[in-house]
T-cell receptor, first 115, second 114 residues
């Protein structure tokens, strides 16, 4: 079974621009969560989507948004990029609500560099 | 106080050693406990997933959960150079709708010397 895939793997953007990252979950998984990983803060939860609805949200500004499509694929968007948004953005998939929600499998991540 | 504390490391051991990695937590709502392994420039890989207190074994890996002390551990027996990676503990609460949010420790980098 194929794992979680994320595109692109690397991205370089300029301050003020916006960026869209894509995630395809494991086949059969219907929940997608996004995390930001930085050396200083570690892994931090951004948001989770299930059935095209955001079910859970972390403590990030409104510049960070996401969506999920009917095939469970998800995108996250960051608008008005800041230097501090440079990070590894990780997508994780799980079966969905219930006990399986926390059994999450991660993709390889998208490394975003903001200059 | 952070919700999840993990020994910062780094940790260096000789090949064949038994490795003990630990995390403590303060939120008594945490009911699911996970250990992830992350190689450089890769995404985290789920190693162990536990719900109840006690031990869970998978090959050379044993996960231990002590809810009364709010303490979890990962033991690696007969450590190999291929075990060299960053190890992250993660936890989530039980209640429906929120147990998708994993709270992670900062991670500890392990190096196994041949």
């Amino acid at each position: 079974k194929a794992g979680v895939t994320q595109t692109p793997r690397y991205l370089i953007k300029t301050r003020g621009q916006q960026v869209t990252l894509s995630c395809s979950p494991i086949s059969g998984h219907r929940s997608v969560s996004w995390y930001q990983q930085t050396p200083g803060q570690g892994l931090q939860f951004l948001f989770e989507y299930f059935s095209e609805t955001q079910r859970n949200k972390g403590n990030f500004p409104g510049r960070f948004s996401g969506r999920q499509f009917s095939n469970s694929r998800s995108e996250m968007n960051v608008s008005t990029l800041e230097l501090g948004d440079s990070a590894l953005y990780l997508c994780a998939s799980s079966l969905g609500p219930g006990q399986g929600a926390s059994e999450q499998y991660f993709g390889p991540g998208t490394r975003l560099t903001v200059t | 106080q952070k919700e999840v504390e993990q020994d910062p490391g780094p940790l260096s051991v000789p090949e064949g050693a038994i490795v003990s990695l630990n995390c403590t937590y303060s939120n008594s709502a945490f009911q699911y406990f996970m250990w992830y392994r992350q190689y450089s420039r890769k995404g985290p890989e789920l190693l162990m997933y536990t719900y109840s207190s006690g031990n869970k074994e998978d090959g050379r890996f044993t996960a231990q959960v002590d809810k009364s002390s709010k303490y979890i551990s990962l033991f690696i027996r007969d450590s190999q150079p291929s075990d060299s990676a960053t190890y992250l503990c993660a936890m989530s609460p039980y209640y429906t709708g929120a147990n998708s949010k994993l709270t992670f420790g900062k991670g500890i980098t392990l190096s196994v010397r041949p």
